[in-house]
């Protein structure tokens, strides 16, 4: 599959939904073996073409969310040659928020780097802290009655299955793993640099 062959029929502009394969391959991640959803290859275009329509520099802060966006923020980063600091945050949907955006940046234009947009929980305590701001996402999951939020982007919407991977050097990774998991340990699949799905879900 090539960037090319899925925007056949729309064009460079349009927001891309990968469906996942009917007949997926397996592969190999660190050791376990999981569904492959979008390459390496591919999702590297695809945050190439993203990050060619976005500025950073009229931001007056550029965050990236712990829970997984600091491999997409520094991806995104290398590849517009931004070079600002780039600070961590770290939001979490069960409202549990050690680190929260500093208040003196409430009235101002920031950027914030998140892994995945699923429920708009964590996107909705980020703008409580920040109501400017605009919120990057590198997956959008299309749940049903799924409503993006205003002020974001992203670089490509996936389906509703539990994803892993999608970060260069990502020390969080969207891989949605727990302590219980029976299958998976507990950190896997942050090496991924493309977007794989469990083969247990």
Known sequence: MSLRSILVGGS???????RFPETPKIITVEGYGAFEYIQPKLLDEM??????????????????????????AYWVAQKTGYGGLLEPIEYHPDNHCPTRI???????EVAVFEDVL?????????RADASKSTIFYLTVKMIPGQIIPPNT????????????GGGKEDKQGMNGDTEND?????????????????ISD
């Open 12 to 18: 460079e502009s349009d927001i891309l939904h990968v």
């Open 47 to 72: 945050v190439e073409q993203f990050s060619a329509r976005i500025n950073l520099n009229r931001f007056k802060k550029v965050f990236y969310n712990l829970r997984g966006g600091e491999g997409f």
């Open 102 to 108: 500093d208040e003196k940046y409430k009235n101002d």
């Open 118 to 126: 699923d429920t708009s929980r964590t996107t909705e305590l980020i």
């Open 153 to 164: 982007d992203h670089v490509v919407k996936v389906d509703n299955v539990w994803i892993f």
């Open 182 to 198: 029976k299958v998976y340990p507990v950190g896997w699949g942050r090496s991924y640099e493309g977007i794989g799905v469990r």
